[in-house]
């Protein structure tokens, strides 16, 4: 079946280490996004990438790096800069030209111990 | 500046009753609007969209949503609850101007009581 896979579901880091979420999807969507939910807020954008090779930053970039090198590969790093990363991380997909049907993984609890 | 709200933070209803999560916009043009629900610890599921034509849409599980373009509302709405439609549900906008961005609100949480 077509999906989003998102690994690991929980994850616990220290203060000070860099942490790298894992999302792939075999839907051959040209478009990922990378989402943070917190409690009572609305989903905020870090980053997304259209194609291979390219992504943007989104509303809360800083603190956080991608790479896209494969069409099915979104990975996100959480970076010790990152001020407060305890939050539950939402990857997503669409079609090439975005008409907001968002495919999400299942998500990635991190903690921040 | 843009945005989306969802004046409810939570509700109730009795199983069998209509339901209605409201949602409000505040955005410039002709946006495309989404309804969105997610179960505890998962991703978001999408429902329904609104992108132009019949301002009353129906989605996914029984679910439908009512665009009014006066009162910049896009209410989610079921006939009739099933216990199983408790979960988070969020409205989201797409600005005209935007290929990649969503606004979203902050979420209904949705209680339905045998």
């Known amino acids: 079946d077509g999906g989003i896979t998102q690994s690991p579901k929980y994850l616990f880091r220290k203060e000070g280490q860099n942490v790298t979420l894992s999302c792939e999807q075999n839907?051959?969507?040209?478009?990922m996004y990378w989402y943070r939910q917190d409690p009572g807020q609305g989903l905020r954008l870090i980053y997304y990438?259209?194609?291979?090779?390219?992504?943007q930053k989104g509303d809360i970039a800083e603190g956080y790096s991608v790479s896209r090198e494969k069409k099915e590969s979104f990975p996100l790093t959480v970076t010790s800069a990152q001020k407060n990363p305890t939050a539950f991380y939402l990857c997503?997909?669409?079609?090439?030209?975005?008409?907001?049907?968002?495919?999400f993984g299942e998500g990635s609890r991190l903690t921040v111990l | 500046a843009q945005s989306v709200a969802q004046p409810e933070d939570q509700v109730n209803v009795a199983e069998g009753n209509p339901l209605t999560v409201k949602c409000t916009y505040s955005?410039?043009?002709?946006?495309?609007l989404f309804w969105y629900v997610q179960y505890p610890n998962r991703g978001l599921q999408f429902l329904l969209k609104?992108?132009?034509?019949d301002n009353l849409v129906k989605g996914s599980y029984g679910f439908e949503a009512e665009f009014n373009k006066s009162q910049t509302s896009f209410h989610l709405k079921k006939p009739s609850a099933l216990v199983s439609d408790s979960a988070l549900y969020f409205c989201?906008?797409?600005?005209?101007?935007?290929?990649?961005?969503?606004?979203w609100g902050a979420g209904t949480k949705l209680i339905i009581k045998p």
């Open positions: 989201a906008v797409r600005p005209p101007d935007s290929n990649y961005q969503l606004i």
């Open positions: 990438s259209q194609i291979v090779n390219d992504f």
């Open positions: 609104y992108i132009t034509g």
């Open positions: 997503a997909s669409s079609r090439g030209a975005f008409a907001g049907e968002l495919f």
């Open positions: 955005v410039s043009g002709n946006p495309y």
């Open positions: 839907l051959n969507h040209d478009a």
